[in-house]
């Protein structure tokens, strides 16, 4: 088994060893609109910034359920993943034509 993740783009033959998760190669990425690729680089500049003042924000799962500091992690997680996935949607849909 190699340690290669390939770009989440299907039929797309980029790789890399550096990243862990999912990935949209450069080609692929460019297919991506303006806006969305800018207000995905926003969300993920202010998760940094919150996760540098509240390191507990990595680890949402060890605040007591139903406490504000939990909802407001879960929510700055789940935005972060929905801009991930409008990103990867349009850069798939970018490659098939449509």
């Known amino acids: 088994m190699t340690d290669r993740i390939s770009c989440c783009v299907p039929y797309c033959r980029c790789t890399t060893k550096r990243h862990r998760g999912e990935w949209i190669c450069g080609k692929h990425w460019r297919l991506v609109p303006r806006k969305l690729r800018s207000d995905y680089a926003a969300?993920?500049?202010?998760?940094?910034?919150?996760?540098?003042?509240?390191?507990?924000?990595?680890?949402?799962?060890?605040?007591?359920?139903?406490?504000?500091?939990?909802?407001?992690?879960?929510?700055?997680w789940r935005r972060l993943d929905r801009l991930w996935d409008r990103c990867k949607t349009a850069a798939i849909e970018g490659a098939a034509g449509l």
């Open 43 to 76: 969300a993920k500049r202010r998760a940094r910034r919150i996760v540098a003042r509240k390191p507990a924000y990595r680890e949402w799962w060890t605040y007591p359920g139903g406490s504000s500091d939990r909802l407001a992690a879960v929510a700055l």
